[in-house]
């Protein structure tokens, strides 16, 4: 407790205060008593995490005790949090990434097994060492090795969830019925347990799920002063900011790596963060050096801590952005000093026989990329190439619902639709009865040019039952929605997922192809989906019966198009 006891947040939030009225003492040391009970719970947790994950950096008390320096750093004056804002906030710090222990699942390795994305993880594991496509014989016979592979990632998958249930679970040993909890003051588990498990969660969500879920206040304790109510976004805000920006040597102690051993991208990790001193605040840049200088051999380490240092830098920015926007008091900080080139930030954290320049591949003009590798660069003169790539996609997001949901082989449908709403201006629509997009998939995969939604994350968390040996992707390569701008600069792409009721669904609209920014809006009511799906929506260049168009290919004669042709 010696770090947490120093910081100003501590002193102020939970040090008898001179002006301070009975009740606020009274419920001040209640607050400060059950959160020291609470930390000395979570050590035996956090002490286990570095026997399950050994190549990881400090997750443990120096980690947890380390984020109070941090929030001591960024809140803008002492009076940021009231005491119950704080006391929320520190449980939040300490039950974060417990899910990391196997210990802090009570089942052992059924509870594991119990997640749906284990089967797909594993399926991974067996496929990446052998080359195939594991039968069910082989998933049952996986030996210890892939199991222990598979144990490592569900457990860093899962276990921000996991702290949702930390708090107000209990835990029991093997033939005893008394239940331990890691809070053990019953009326501030009752009322906060499942609130600071929410928000332990949410630094592994996005920031716009955050303001979504936790936007909203909450009153003050029944029992505690009625003006110390709970800024839920603000805690939630500054839980992620600190995790993101401690990076300094307390998360990596250099004995403590020469003693682990990791190995990897871990090892790199432990490499750049034992060189890095605590950081300071000039012209609210966060400032981030190192004594010793990075070697030439250790370029690759410095390397990753400029992406290290790049997240964070993303976390203060969308942090600071959401702060403006709520008017709420902003952080001290709201960039990392030096990231916008890797040359200043080598004048901070040191270089020494070589120049960090960034050589890595770019893409700087993204719409004449799309436009060559997403068109005729690519797909040569073959405008049927479009209506292809969106059956593809069709496919795919019918069969991920199928067998997401257990249905029958035949269920599903793939819509292509012409017509000629206007005399001499065509309409393609491609539609399906699949999974749907989500806001995240919408302004994330299906933007991110190459990127595949079915190989990133967002696609294990959304749908964790895809195992890969149940569902095979026919898209490979993450370019093919953006074909459609060889025949259409005016495209809509109207979508529901199955959490979504028909009000909710979103449109995703280019006016001008890919030279302009695309509108995400809510749908009209006439443009809302009856049934969850997709529906791709291209306003054509040309009447699609033209000579070398989709409907005249080669030498074939040409096809008139009909007002309203389906298949």
């Not at 799920?209 to 009153?219: D, M, N, R, S, W």
């Not at 939604?453 to 993450?478: N, V």
């Amino acid at each position: 407790m010696d770090i947490v006891e120093s910081t100003d947040l501590w002193k102020t939030c939970f040090e008898v205060q001179g002006n301070a009225n009975q009740l606020e003492k009274d419920f001040r040391d209640k607050l400060a008593i059950a959160f020291k009970t609470f930390r000395s719970n979570a050590r035996s947790l956090a002490e286990a995490i570095p026997i399950d994950l050994p190549d990881f950096t400090v997750h443990g008390m120096e980690h947890i005790d380390s984020l109070w320096k941090y929030a001591d750093l960024l809140i803008p004056t002492n009076d940021y949090l009231n005491p119950t804002e704080a006391f929320i906030l520190g449980s939040a710090f300490l039950i974060h990434d417990l899910g990391l222990a196997f210990a802090s699942h009570q089942d052992g390795l059924a509870s594991l097994h119990s997640y749906p994305e284990w089967r797909n993880l594993l399926a991974r594991e067996l496929w990446r060492r052998n080359g195939t496509i594991p039968s069910d014989q082989d998933m049952a016979d996986a030996d210890a090795v892939a199991i222990e592979s598979t144990k490592a990632h569900i457990l860093r998958l899962k276990h921000a969830e996991k702290a949702l249930d930390l708090v107000v679970d209990a835990f029991s040993s093997q033939g005893s019925n008394q239940p331990y909890f890691l809070l053990e003051d019953q009326s501030l588990r009752g009322q906060y347990g499942r609130l600071i498990g929410e928000i332990a969660y949410s630094h592994w969500w996005s920031v716009e799920k955050v303001v979504k879920e936790l936007a909203q206040q909450i009153g003050a304790h029944p029992d505690g002063p009625t003006d110390w109510t709970i800024d839920r976004l603000k805690i939630a805000l500054l839980l992620r900011t600190c995790d993101a920006c401690h990076l300094d040597g307390k998360r990596a102690p250099g004995l403590l790596r020469a003693l682990r051993k990791p190995i990897g991208v871990g090892r790199l990790h432990w490499r750049f963060s034992e060189c890095i001193q605590f950081p300071h605040i000039e012209h609210s840049e966060l400032c981030f050096t190192s004594t010793t200088p990075f070697s030439g051999e250790d370029r690759e380490a410095w390397w990753v801590g400029f992406d290290l240092l790049s997240l964070a830098n993303q976390e203060l920015t969308s942090v600071d952005s959401v702060l403006e926007k709520f008017d709420k008091r902003r952080l001290r900080a709201n960039k990392v000093a030096g990231i916008q080139s890797t040359i200043q930030l080598s004048r901070l954290v040191r270089t020494s026989g070589w120049k960090p320049v960034d050589t890595r591949i770019k893409a700087s003009n993204v719409a004449s990329l799309v436009t060559k590798l997403g068109g005729k660069g690519l797909y040569g003169e073959r405008p049927w190439v479009p209506v292809r790539e969106l059956i593809q996609n069709a496919h795919d997001a019918v069969l991920a619902r199928r067998v997401e949901a257990s249905l029958d082989e035949n269920w599903g449908e793939i819509a292509v639709r012409l017509s000629e709403p206007d005399k001499g201006k065509f309409l393609l629509e491609v539609s399906d009865t699949g999974i749907g997009m989500s806001e995240e998939v919408v302004t994330g995969p299906l933007l991110d040019f190459g990127q595949s939604y079915w190989d990133s994350a967002l696609a294990m968390q959304e749908h964790p039952e895809l195992s890969l040996d149940r569902f095979r992707p026919t898209g490979k390569f993450g370019i093919g929605f953006f074909s459609v701008f060889m025949v259409s600069d005016r495209v809509q792409i109207l979508t529901r997922t199955n959490d979504d009721s028909k009000s909710c669904t979103r449109v995703l609209q280019f006016d001008s192809g890919v030279d302009s920014p695309p509108v995400l809006r809510e749908a009209k009511t006439h443009e809302q989906l009856e049934t969850t799906g997709t529906k791709v929506k291209l306003w054509l260049k040309h009447n699609p019966g033209d000579k070398d168009w989709f409907l005249n290919a080669g030498d074939a004669s040409p096809i008139k198009p009909s007002s309203q042709d389906a298949v």
